[in-house]
């Protein structure tokens, strides 16, 4: 693999790993000893996982490896580079993160301790968020004298409001997990420990759905939300007659009409 500024790295250096578990696929993040940072290696890593999802995955959970989540861009690899270096590198954030959030399957990610700058990024491009207690969150790009450059000014306003956002990077405020849950951050939360757990019971139910189902709430509902109310309306009727024209559709309504599908909440 080959990095934005040239350099070679190899596939067994890779600082993130994967695993499949029946049909789901585990994307761990394993640099404790820099508390996850996201060096170029890693984030090309995670473009190559997310390109190559094995046949028969049907949803992601990803976590990190240690104490903390991720601890955003490897401060490292924050050389002098010149001005299109710099959006260079960015856009490369974005590229991979697009392959995360518009990829083949929903991915869930499971946040503990430090989840700050391009970590947040990263788990603000994943389908749903589930946090232990301990996560913490943070921009610290504002008080670095840098802006974010991995898709948070557009992907995190969307879970949190603009002047949330903003306050985190003028005032460089830590939102706790609780915090961050009831804003809209993290959808669950658990205790220490049991995240892992949570996000697979997730990504079980969400790898059951129909393939359909999964494809609009990826695909088309972020397109909804992003247009014109008229053609946002024209896109989900659309998408309403294709997926209940599917043939798993139909056998899905048969059952429920049959008393045979679980009721809401069962
Ligand atoms: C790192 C990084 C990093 C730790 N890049 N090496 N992100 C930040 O500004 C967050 C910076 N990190 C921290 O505030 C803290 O490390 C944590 C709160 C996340 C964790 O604290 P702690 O006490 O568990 O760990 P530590 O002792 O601070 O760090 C352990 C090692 O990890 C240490 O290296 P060592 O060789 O001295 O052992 C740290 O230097 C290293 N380390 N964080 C590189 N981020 C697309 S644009 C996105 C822009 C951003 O993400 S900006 C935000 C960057």
């Known amino acids: 693999m080959i990095t934005e500024n ?3 790295i190899q596939a067994t250096e890779l600082p993130v790993t994967t695993e499949i578990q029946g049909e789901l696929l585990l994307v761990r993040l394993s640099r404790p000893q820099k508390r996850n940072a996201l060096s170029d290696a890693v984030i090309l890593g995670i473009e190559t996982i997310f390109s190559t999802i094995p046949p028969g995955v049907k949803c992601a959970v990803i976590y990190g490896e ?4 991720s601890a955003g861009l490897d401060l490292s690899e924050l050389t002098e580079s010149d001005a299109v270096q710099g959006i260079q590198h960015s856009r490369m954030w974005h590229r991979v993160l697009d392959k995360v959030q518009f990829g083949t399957v929903p991915v869930v990610a499971v946040l503990h301790g430090a ?9 603000s491009a994943c389908h749903i ?3 232990e207690n301990s996560t913490f969150y943070a921009l610290p790009e504002g008080q670095r004298g840098i802006f974010v450059g991995g898709g948070a ?3 995190l306003p969307k879970l ?6 903003a306050d985190m990077m003028f005032t460089g405020r830590v939102i706790t997990a609780e915090e961050g849950n009831a804003i809209g951050i993290s959808q669950y939360i658990t205790e220490e420990g049991k995240g892992l757990k949570k996000g697979i019971e997730l990504a079980t139910k969400i790898g059951g759905n129909a393939g359909i189902t999964n494809y609009a709430l990826m695909h088309v509902l972020p397109r909804i939300v992003d247009a014109s109310q008229d053609q946002a309306l024209m896109m989900e009727s ?13 056998e899905r309504l048969k059952q429920f009409l049959e008393g045979k599908a ?3 909440g069962e």
């Open 238 to 250: 659309l998408i309403a007659a294709i997926a209940q024209n599917a043939p798993e559709a139909k």
């Open 153 to 155: 000014s557009v992907r």
């Open 6 to 8: 040239g350099a070679e």
């Open 129 to 131: 968020r589930v946090a």
């Open 66 to 69: 240690g104490k903390h989540f």
């Open 160 to 165: 949190i409001g603009m002047a949330r956002m």
């Open 115 to 123: 989840c700050v700058g391009g970590g947040l990024e990263l788990a």
């Open 262 to 264: 679980k009721k809401v």
